[in-house]
C-alpha cells in the first residue's frame, strides 16, 4: 500500500463487517457462484459493528453481478433483531415484517439462512475517489444449515486470507485506472466470494 503509485488515502474508520447470508433450498446462489455463471445474485443483511448477535443499523442488500460488474439494491431497517434471543423462525418473520414489499420477494426466493460471518474492513481511495479500496482480514464464518437457532458460537475452520478489493464506476476512463492500479500489486488477481468460501469451509 505504501509503495504503490496510487498514492492509496484513508477515506473512512476501520470497523467490523456483519452479514448473514440467504440462499435458496437449492443453494442456487452458491451453485452459480461456484459454476462460474455471468449473471448472478445473492441476498444478504449486513450491519456494522462488534457484535455479531444485535443487528442495529441494518440493510438488506440484493447484490446482482452481471460478468464482472456488480451493483446492489440496499433497504435499510429501522428495526433491531436480537440474534442471540430468537429463532430463525421468528427471525424471517419479524425481518419480512420489517422491509418494504419489494424486500418480501427477495426474501420470498432467498428464504434459506445459510451463513453468518465477519471481518475486519479497512478503507482506501485515490485522491480523486475514482477507485476504491478495500482490506478484509480475520475472516469468520458460522454456518447456518440445519439450525433452529442462530449459531454464533461454533466456528467453521477457514484458512488465514487477506482480500484486497478495488472498485471504480464502469466508465473506460476508471476502468483502465482500475487495470492499473490491480497492476500494482504483487499478487494474483482472481474472483473471491466470502458466503462461498465459508460455506465450503
Known amino acids: 500500500m505504501r509503495l504503490h503509485p496510487a498514492q492509496w488515502r484513508v477515506t473512512y474508520p476501520p470497523r467490523q463487517v456483519n452479514n448473514v447470508y440467504f440462499d435458496t433450498a437449492r443453494y442456487d446462489g452458491l451453485n452459480a457462484n461456484l459454476s462460474g455463471v ?80 465477519h471481518y475486519w474492513r479497512v478503507y482506501y481511495a485515490t485522491p480523486d475517489d475514482a477507485v476504491r479500496l478495500t482490506i478484509d482480514t480475520a475472516l469468520c464464518a458460522y454456518d447456518q444449515r440445519a439450525v433452529a437457532r442462530p449459531n454464533l458460537t461454533r466456528r467453521a475452520h477457514m484458512s488465514a486470507a487477506i482480500v484486497v478489493e478495488l472498485k471504480s464506476t464502469p466508465d473506460d476512463t476508471n476502468y483502465r485506472r482500475l487495470s492499473s492500479a490491480l497492476a500494482g500489486f504483487p499478487a494474483p488477481v482472481d474472483r473471491f466470494s466470502k458466503y462461498v468460501r465459508g460455506m465450503m469451509a
Open 38 to 117: 455471468g449473471q448472478r445474485e445473492k441476498l444478504r443483511l449486513r450491519w456494522y459493528g462488534p457484535h455479531i448477535d444485535l443487528i442495529s443499523g441494518g440493510n438488506l442488500e440484493r447484490k446482482r453481478k452481471q460478468g464482472m460488474a456488480g451493483w446492489k439494491e440496499i433497504v435499510p431497517l429501522e428495526s433491531e433483531f436480537d440474534l442471540a434471543g430468537t429463532t430463525w423462525r421468528a427471525m424471517m418473520r419479524d425481518l419480512r415484517a420489517a422491509v418494504a414489499p419489494e424486500a418480501r420477494q427477495w426474501l420470498d426466493v432467498f428464504a434459506v439462512p445459510t451463513l453468518i460471518n
